[in-house]
């Protein structure tokens, strides 16, 4: 059974930095098969994908189009778990923010983390 | 950029039919999948390749992709299933959304 696991602080200020990390167990972040993504959801926006990564013999990443400046998105194998960082953040960047997996790298999302809730206040 | 877009909300009677829609351009030629979410927890998969249901999803979800058009059905529609629904395609390397249909039971 596939679990993940989420930390990082709720609460941001303007211009900083976003920053969440997402433990996996059950599954390994290198897989050669499964892709880790980060997704939020806002009353006003509902669910979006921010971005994943994925290992196929290296590692790679992709990113929405609407985040592809501010964004990044890091593995971590020793630890086992990948991380998000966001850069520059604003009120709208407030949102429950969650990290899934896609089994396939272009299939669904089937186990996801716990949520976090972040906001962008000072 | 690829959008899928959903009607805002779905009224349904217990025991009822209730579908809900996703359209997007050519989305027929995609694969379409489902989620459900209630307040305070994370989303559920519930459709996955339009019309397959992962396991311990009850029998009453099922779903089509055609056309412009993917749909979810929730038939005898029970109190438990009032929830927030998005639909979900990748357009390349990227995942997209629906906007999310608030599905009331009253």
């Known amino acids: 059974q596939v679990q993940l696991q989420q930390s990082g602080p709720g609460l941001v200020k303007p211009s900083q930095t976003l920053s969440l990390t997402c433990v996996i167990s059950g599954d390994s972040v290198s897989s050669n098969t499964a892709a880790w993504n980060w997704i939020r959801r806002s009353p006003s926006r509902g669910l979006e994908w921010l971005g994943r990564?994925?290992?196929?013999?290296?590692?790679?990443?992709n990113y929405a189009v609407s985040m592809k400046s501010r964004i990044t998105i890091n593995p971590d194998t020793s630890k086992n778990q990948f991380s998000l960082q966001l850069n520059s953040v604003t009120p709208e960047d407030t949102a429950m923010y969650y990290c899934?997996?896609?089994?396939?790298?272009?299939?669904?999302?089937?186990?996801w983390g716990q949520g976090t809730l972040v906001t962008v206040s000072s | 950029s690829y959008e899928l877009t959903q009607p805002p909300s779905v009224s349904v009677s217990p025991g009822q039919t209730a579908s809900i829609t996703c359209s997007g351009d050519k989305l027929g030629d995609k694969y379409a999948y489902w989620y459900q979410q209630k307040p305070g927890q994370s989303p559920i998969l519930v459709i996955y390749?339009?019309?397959k249901r992962p396991s311990g999803i009850p029998e009453r979800f099922s779903g089509s992709n055609s056309g412009n058009t993917a749909t979810l059905t929730i038939s005898g529609t029970q109190a438990m299933d009032e929830a927030d629904y998005s639909c979900?395609?990748?357009?390349?390397?990227?995942?997209?959304f629906g906007g999310g249909t608030k599905l009331t039971v009253l």
């Open positions: 390749q339009d019309n």
């Open positions: 979900q395609a990748w357009d390349g390397s990227t995942a997209v």
């Open positions: 990564t994925y290992y196929r013999s290296k590692w790679f990443n």
């Open positions: 899934a997996r896609d089994p396939a790298a272009g299939g669904p999302f089937d186990y």
